[in-house]
């Protein structure tokens, strides 16, 4: 299986309205948002969406290990057979369309919109494709 990595692109300006997936038989485009902060002495990037996070002790440590951790995560989501492909992404949410879509996850984010358990939150934008 041969498979291209590009780096991640994160924007700072927006989050996305509505996530992306792009699956190919050999390559797998993420469009996600990225809720990030501070929790107790390490920071945090996780994405509600995928179930994957990464930490640090620096902002940019967490977004290292975040990065490595959805390359794990596309790497092996691209092991699965097809059909199970789409059975995992409907099991986290996710609609087939022409592309896979969801709707930003509030699942971290109180009424007020502020992200739980975490000091200094925000929301980051990522787009990469392995």
């Known amino acids: 299986m041969s498979s291209t990595t590009e780096k991640g692109h994160w924007n700072n300006s927006f989050p996305y309205e509505t ?3 792009k699956v190919s038989s050999n390559e797998l485009k993420v469009r ?3 809720l990030s902060g501070q929790q107790d002495e390490f920071f945090v990037c996780l994405s509600p969406s995928l179930n994957v996070s990464g930490y640090g002790s620096t902002k940019k440590e967490a977004q290292i290990s975040f990065e490595e951790n959805i390359k794990i995560f596309i790497l092996d989501f691209l092991k699965l057979p097809v059909a199970s492909r789409t059975k995992e992404l409907r099991k986290m949410g996710w609609k087939q369309q022409k592309i896979f879509k969801r709707q930003f996850s509030k699942a971290f984010v109180d009424q007020d919109g502020v992200l739980q358990n975490l000091k200094n939150p925000h929301i980051t934008s990522l787009e ?3």
């Open 32 to 34: 996600i948002n990225v």
């Open 128 to 130: 990469t494709a392995i």
């Open 19 to 21: 996530e992306q997936l």
